[in-house]
């Protein structure tokens, strides 16, 4: 069987690598239009950065790596321009001669991956991307200063005025403030330089919600980057940006030297189309379960193709060659997981590829940021019912060195109790948190299970109850109504409803700083601290009335929340605390008004 694979990096090399473990009959064709395969894209940020400081580190395998030992006919600078799937040929460009040729298939594996989207503006062609060694190259070449014709091998964008020396850069734009986004803005600024980050959501990092994702845009700012959300790049001029908010009204301009263009990516559909092949309701190439796309003999895997939606709400269009919901994930353990999959199918050794979730983490000058599933402004969006935890755990034993606080967040099905999502922020021990969350969703397990998972522990690694033991004694407690919560948003309607909002803190606490109550005089919440709450609630506690108890991050809230309700008082706690009400009133300050996030330690 004679296997071509249109190309060759994540996707489409773990197929190619995978068949041939699989079969030493099979004859597999890679063709790539770039000048390497299989390099670590998911590293380039950081080789612009300087924290990879070998180039040659980024290339994985080369050609005759991987004919040496897998018998691979590997040709780079190779672009396939045409499909006759009838015929079953691929017509393919060698870009080094500019010759055409023909090759046959009887299988055609597409992983073309996906293409940057660059904002239309005036300007923004001199705006840089990064996905491929070519565009870190041209990157690199503009902070060096060594950059003159950025032409790159494959025809792509122009980065500098062809034969003008340019200047090292000393000042840089990021626009988009994603997951590539955030580490390119981290990586300039480690190269020192003065670096705008450029958001046209109110929020960096999408998938987290606002809340979750303040923590991440403070420590940009704690490192100097300059983040503007609601903000949009409306002109480039040769070394400054003029910004606007969404309906075009000014916002200043910045300083931009060297301009990366970081919005997110769109699925290569085009040789499918050619194909025709169908195309999923969001872009994508459609395949079914098995990754075969609508068009006999042609497959399609990695960022090109659509994904299978764990999470997908019951009764959602179909998306799929038959069958399901579909959606868009383009990251590597799916794309690499793929790969493999699409191999067993053309082999037939396995069928049906696990429904994806998203799972993602991004480190930001030392805090890690990661997700798994909805969040909470999808669910919102879907128009679904979920109930929302907030923790804030020390990553592992308080009384052990070097403890400090991460912010989890869980989302859960009320009626069935199956997680629908999980977000983390933190310095140590929250990529730990969600691959454990990421493995409950795909093994099936309630959030109410998670009370009960045996976890490794040691001082230095968790604690006896881990924070994924934690979230699930929250979950527990409200599905059994043991405890009801309110969330940061909702506690003005609680109290415009007269509600008593009690700071069970100690008064230093209390003091350092605690919820606004909007119209009740002082404007703060009464502080009757845990320990003597007891003995004082019957005097100072209306009953009546709904009463909100908060603690820093919730934990204390839940005691005393069970004894003012066996106090026979109405009571609910305020879902992760201080903390959790802070960040979030943060974030609706910052979405109104980018200057206005204050500084500080996030993870405080
Ligand atoms: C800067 C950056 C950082 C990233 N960081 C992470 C991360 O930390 N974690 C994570 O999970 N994911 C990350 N990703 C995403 C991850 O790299 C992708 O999901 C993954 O590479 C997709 O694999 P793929 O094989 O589908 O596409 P790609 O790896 O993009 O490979 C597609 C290849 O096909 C070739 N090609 C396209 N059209 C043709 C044609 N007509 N003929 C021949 N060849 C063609 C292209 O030249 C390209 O080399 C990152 C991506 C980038 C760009």
């Not at 699989?22 to 004859?27: G, I, N, Q």
């Not at 609680?494 to 100690?506: C, E, I, K, N, P």
Request: aromatic share 2%; charged share 20%.
């Amino acid at each position: 069987m004679k296997i071509v694979i249109v190309g060759g990096v994540a996707a489409g090399m773990s197929a190619a690598t995978r068949l041939r473990r699989l079969s030493e009959d099979a004859r597999i064709v890679v063709l790539e239009a770039g000048e390497h395969v299989s390099f670590a894209n998911c590293g380039l940020p950081y080789y612009a950065g300087g924290v990879i400081e070998d180039r040659d580190a980024l290339l994985l395998q080369t050609p005759a790596s991987l004919a040496a030992r897998f018998r691979i006919d590997v040709r780079v600078r190779h672009r396939v321009t045409g499909v006759d799937a009838d015929a079953h040929t691929v017509t393919v460009r060698d870009l080094a001669t500019g010759e055409e040729s023909v090759e046959t298939y009887d299988r055609l594996v597409l992983s073309p991956g996906a293409r940057p989207i660059v904002p239309p503006a005036p300007g923004m062609e001199r705006a840089l991307v990064l996905r491929d060694v070519a565009d870190v190259d041209r990157i690199v070449a503009a902070i060096d200063g060594t950059g003159t014709d950025g032409t790159g091998s494959d025809g792509a964008r122009a980065t500098t005025t062809p034969g003008r020396v340019q200047p090292p850069a000393r000042s840089a734009v990021v626009i988009g403030g994603g997951f590539v986004g955030v580490e390119v803005a981290e990586n300039l600024v480690h190269r020192g330089l003065d670096v705008t980050l450029v958001e046209l959501a109110d929020q960096v990092l999408a998938p987290l919600d606002p809340e979750m994702a303040i923590r991440v845009q403070q420590e940009l700012e704690a490192h100097g980057v300059h983040v503007r959300t609601s903000t949009q790049v409306s002109m480039l001029g040769p070394d400054a940006a003029e910004l606007s908010s969404a309906d075009g009204s000014p916002r200043g301009t910045v300083p931009a030297d060297l301009v990366v263009a970081a919005i997110g990516v769109r699925p290569d559909v085009e040789l499918a189309v050619l194909a025709g092949a169908q195309v999923g309701p969001r872009g994508g190439i459609l395949v079914d379960q098995d990754l075969r796309t609508s068009v006999p003999d042609v497959y399609a895997v990695g960022d090109a193709a659509t994904k299978r939606d764990a999470l997908a709400p019951t009764g959602s269009a179909p998306g799929t060659a038959g069958d399901e919901p579909t959606t868009l994930i383009p990251l590597a353990n799916l794309a690499n997981r793929h790969g493999r999959h699409v191999a067993d199918v053309i082999l037939g050794r396995r069928s049906g590829m696990r429904p994806s979730m998203g799972t993602a983490v991004v480190g930001v000058f030392g805090l890690t940021a990661a997700s798994v599933g909805r969040n909470e402004k999808r669910l919102q969006a879907e128009g679904r019912p979920y109930r929302a935890i907030h923790t804030h755990p020390a990553q592992h034993a308080g009384y052990y060195p070097g403890a400090t606080q991460m912010a989890l967040k869980l989302l859960v099905d009320p009626e069935t109790d199956l997680i629908l999502g999980a977000q983390g922020v933190g310095r140590d021990g929250v990529d730990k948190r969600i691959d454990v969350l990421a493995t409950a969703m795909a093994g099936g397990l309630t959030a109410s299970d998670l009370a009960d998972l045996e976890l490794a522990y040691a001082p230095a690694y968790g604690s006896a109850k881990d924070p994924v033991n934690m979230l699930g004694y929250v979950a527990d407690n409200l599905r059994t109504g043991e405890t009801r919560s309110v969330q940061w948003h909702e506690l003005d309607t609680l109290v415009a409803q007269g509600a008593t909002v009690v700071d069970v803190r100690t008064p230093g606490e209390h003091a350092r700083g605690t919820v606004e109550v909007v119209g009740v005089a002082g404007g703060t919440a009464l502080n009757v601290p845990l320990d003597e709450l007891r003995d004082r609630a019957a005097a100072e506690i209306p009953s009546g009335a709904p009463v909100v108890v908060h603690c820093q991050v919730g934990q204390r809230g839940h005691t005393a929340a069970r004894l003012l309700t066996q106090l026979g008082y109405d009571v609910h706690n305020l879902d992760g605390g201080y903390l959790t009400w802070r960040d979030g009133t943060r974030a609706l300050r910052a979405a109104h008004d980018d200057e206005l996030v204050p500084s500080g330690d996030p993870a405080a």
